[in-house]
């Protein structure tokens, strides 16, 4: 029993320092709250299948354990129109990267 709580409690703590929002009070219904923790285990192994190098070593003591996302800086003022096209323009890249990669991985498992 000792043993099963000692992996259980290294599981959350990878899923932890993987996924910042199981650090924060969950505001969502009970209904999905329970379902955040499997999914999160399911895009933990998602992740070591299709990308190993993501995946950090969590065993190797670091000084700040949880890593932080970089938040950026405030804006001063509404967006321009110059910030907005860009943004826009960035999005649409991404979009379309991954779209590619979504038809490639269905050629490549021949669904296409």
């Not at 599981?11 to 320092?17: D, E, Q, V």
């Not at 924060?24 to 070591?48: G, K, T, W």
């Not at 129109?81 to 991954?98: C, F, G, P, S």
């Amino acid at each position: 029993h000792a043993s099963a709580c000692n992996v259980i409690e290294c599981i959350f703590g990878i899923l932890k320092r993987h996924f910042c929002i199981l650090l924060l009070p969950s505001e969502y219904d009970m209904a999905v709250q329970a379902c955040i923790p499997p999914a999160l285990c399911m895009l933990h192994n998602f992740i070591r299948v299709h990308d190993p190098y993501e995946i950090q070593d969590y065993n190797t003591p670091t000084e700040d354990p949880i890593p932080r996302l970089d938040t950026g800086t405030l804006a001063t003022g509404p967006p321009t129109e110059a910030t907005r096209t860009q943004a826009n323009v960035r999005k649409d890249e991404i979009a379309k990267l991954m779209w590619e990669d979504y038809q490639g991985e269905l050629r490549r498992r021949g669904l296409v």
